[in-house]
């Protein structure tokens, strides 16, 4: 008996623990069906389909449906606005550039923006680096919510299926179904190989593709119910009161310090990328712009990390730091100003005498991100409304929207051709411009047709690996092919694939092989060439 009620009382007390069920409405079950259908659109054509196109419009698609249910019980604001705004800025950048790390990081910046936009919209603006950091830590705390959204998506509260889980129940059962079927129908009939082959090329990547988008859905649908409905998890107020100010003064103070005598023993060298030559002795222009530049990179990061620490742990009085950890904060910041300034200085002197490349750009790129974080940072300590999470996030949407938006590889590509046309460089990379993918085709077909032999001769080699190997498929034994040929064989010819960078790219190709229709024929001896030159 005794053992029957305790039995009894723990069910009891498991029902009273376990969480309550979403109370779903009309515009719930639009936005889960919503979900399920943009889901799978960015499994098949988005996160499949190199970036391009297909991300930009799923990513698209996902941002307006959020939007629209969060605005249903929420309200626009400013930073939500521009947020959103410069979420939707960073998908465009898929269709615009081709640069993998511009990509990696629009993918990572747009979601952070989008979060910030959505939590603006139902819990209002956060205020503080604290509580907007804490919106990063309740879209994660929606993870635990998965398994109460489904079962709100299936069942009512009085146990009963509802008539969008019966359908999703029976779409899943399908699937499998489906996986055996589809396959023996397809091999069965020549009429219906042809009819799917038209909806998609591979049967078996489709569906799991498709299964994958599906499997994502509930954390998407999770994530919704869970903000609209608060039920979220919120960073809470610690009874930490901070680090005696002694600690850090004597911490901050041995750093400081170390940065001064590095000011006063490398005052004359370390100034001298302003003037725009070079310091005495022997070295080059390269060792002088990397020796200077990518340690500064590293200190500069050191000295935010320490900062925002030190401003973060001190000890507060009527929720004020110390004057003393002010004044060496704020050295310390104006300190790492100097040698962002002077790294980017030596970056530029370096480009102007070997020419662009991507790790050139965005390293600079990212010490341009640093001061400004810097800027916020020397703000706050003096003034506590600045935001220096909110101003990183905001800088690292517009940096990023910049490259993709005016394409970096495109940059590079035409400041190089343009500088050795002009006399400027006296050489040219063609290799590195084959590496820039995409955005380096148009310039290596111009410079198959220079007046330079072996430049000419180069750019032809590379050519032909691009023709061969690089963007069409099937074309590793022809010794001869005409444009029907490439456009058959072309690689990413559906939409999702789509890009600028992309389409220019092939139609240099094409336009070139109309020009010179005996190139096709020369391409294997050329490949023979560059295979040799390894």
Do not use: W
């Not at 947020?83 to 615009?96: E, M, P, Y």
């Not at 999703?168 to 082959?197: H, K, Q």
């Not at 001190?314 to 060496?328: D, E, F, L, Q």
């Not at 990023?400 to 590079?412: A, E, K, Q, R, T």
């Amino acid at each position: 008996m005794d053992t029957n009620n305790q039995v009894f009382e723990k069910e009891k007390t498991a029902r009273t623990l376990s969480k309550p069920l979403f109370s779903l409405t009309a515009g719930d079950t639009v936005f889960a069906i919503s979900a399920l259908v943009v889901c799978v659109f960015l499994s098949l054509f988005g996160i499949f389909s190199g970036f391009a196109f297909g991300y930009f419009l799923s990513a698209t698609l996902m941002i307006i449906m959020f939007t629209a249910y969060f605005l249903a019980g929420g309200k626009a604001r400013f930073l939500s606005v521009l947020c959103g705004l410069l979420s939707l800025g960073t998908n465009v950048i898929f269709i615009c550039t081709t640069n993998g790390s511009v990509r990696f990081f629009g993918v990572i910046i747009g979601l952070l923006l989008s979060l910030v936009c959505f939590d603006g919209l139902v819990n209002g603006t956060a205020k503080g680096n604290r509580q907007t950091l804490g919106i990063f830590y309740s879209a994660a705390s929606a993870f635990g919510n998965i398994a109460v959204t489904l079962k709100s998506i299936f069942t009512g509260k009085n146990g009963n299926k509802k008539v969008i889980g019966k359908v999703l129940i029976g779409l899943l059962c399908a699937i499998p179904v489906l996986i055996v079927v589809l396959p023996l129908l397809i091999s069965s009939d020549d009429a219906f190989r042809g009819m799917m082959s038209n909806i998609f090329d591979n049967t078996f990547l489709f569906i799991l593709k498709f299964i994958i988008g599906i499997a994502i859905c509930p954390i998407i649908i999770s994530y919704g119910f869970s903000l609209k409905s608060r039920r979220v998890s919120k960073i809470k107020n610690s009874n930490f009161k901070g680090i005696e100010n002694v600690y850090l003064v004597s911490f901050l103070s041995a750093i400081s310090l170390c940065y001064v005598l590095y000011l006063f023993s490398q005052l004359a060298y370390f100034f001298s990328a302003f003037r725009g030559f070079l310091p005495d002795g022997e070295i080059t222009y390269a060792q002088y712009a990397r020796k200077g530049f990518f340690e500064m990179c590293v200190i500069a990061v050191i000295n935010l990390v320490i900062v925002f620490s030190a401003l973060l742990l001190a000890k507060k009085k009527n929720g004020k730091v110390s004057h003393s950890i002010k004044a060496i904060t704020t050295f310390i910041s104006l300190f790492t100003m100097i040698i962002i300034a002077t790294a980017i200085s030596k970056m530029v002197l370096y480009i102007d005498a070997y020419g662009m490349t991507i790790l050139r750009v965005t390293t600079s790129a990212f010490m341009i991100f640093l001061s400004i974080v810097f800027i916020s940072v020397i703000l706050r300590i003096y003034i506590k409304k600045i935001n220096i999470v909110k101003t990183a996030l905001i800088t690292a949407g517009s940096i990023v929207l910049i490259l993709g938006i005016f394409n970096v590889n495109s940059v590079c590509a035409r400041y190089n051709y343009e500088s050795y046309e002009n006399g400027k460089l006296r050489t040219i990379d063609i290799e590195a411009l084959y590496d820039l993918g995409e955005e380096g085709v148009p310039y290596l077909v111009k410079l198959a047709d220079s007046k330079e032999k072996e430049i000419a001769q180069v750019a032809k080699r590379y050519l032909a690996a691009a023709y061969l190997y690089g963007y069409f498929d099937d074309m590793y034994d022809a010794e001869s092919f005409t444009v029907d040929d490439l456009k058959k064989n072309q690689e990413g010819k559906g939409f999702e694939h789509f890009s600028i960078p992309k389409s220019k790219a092939y139609n240099e190709l094409y336009k070139y092989i109309e020009n010179n229709p005996q190139f096709s024929s020369e391409c294997q001896g050329y490949i023979t060439e560059l295979e040799n030159s390894y």
